[in-house]
């Protein structure tokens, strides 16, 4: 999953430290409920440090007792190799996010699925792990919903 919509209108803070803007913050949500009545809810969710991403997760109202969350710096930016790496820490026969940036988001699921889709902010790819091969369900989009 990428991210929702981060604000700019602050320019003294860092890339790092930007917060959602309102329309993130609406689409959050929305993203949440349609996990839930596909029935995608993570068990692990592999999250950047940034603020913008840890603010997505908290109004995506994620049950903390259900799901394990792990913040995980290198994720911030991360390029395809950090985020092929992270991979290593997804749960066997169990649901995964990862919740990260763009370009990364499209360069994984393209290195992983072998096609090209566009990751709008707070757009989350349901992807499954076919015996080694990597198979895109679907993309949740807020605009689509």
């Not at 959050?28 to 940034?50: G, H, R, T, V």
């Not at 603020?51 to 109004?59: A, H, V």
């Not at 169990?94 to 757009?123: R, Y």
Request: proline share 4%; charged share 20%; hydrophobic share 35%.
């Amino acid at each position: 999953m990428r991210h929702a919509k981060s604000s700019w209108k602050n320019n003294s803070l860092s890339d790092h430290d930007r917060p959602l803007n309102s329309r993130g913050s609406k689409d959050a949500p929305k993203i949440f409920q349609k996990l839930i009545n596909e029935n995608w809810i993570p068990d692990l969710i592999l999250l950047s440090s940034s603020k913008r991403t840890q603010e997505t997760l908290s109004n995506m109202n994620f049950n903390a007792k259900e799901t394990k969350i792990e913040i995980m710096p290198e994720l911030y930016l991360a390029g395809i190799d950090q985020l092929l790496i992270s991979l290593q820490s997804i749960l066997e026969n169990k649901t995964t996010m990862l919740l990260g940036h763009n370009p990364g988001c499209e360069l994984l699921i393209g290195h992983l699925t072998g096609g090209w889709h566009e990751m709008s902010t707070a757009s989350a790819a349901l992807m499954i792990n076919n015996n080694g091969r990597w198979v895109l369900q679907k993309i949740l989009r807020p605009k689509e919903l």
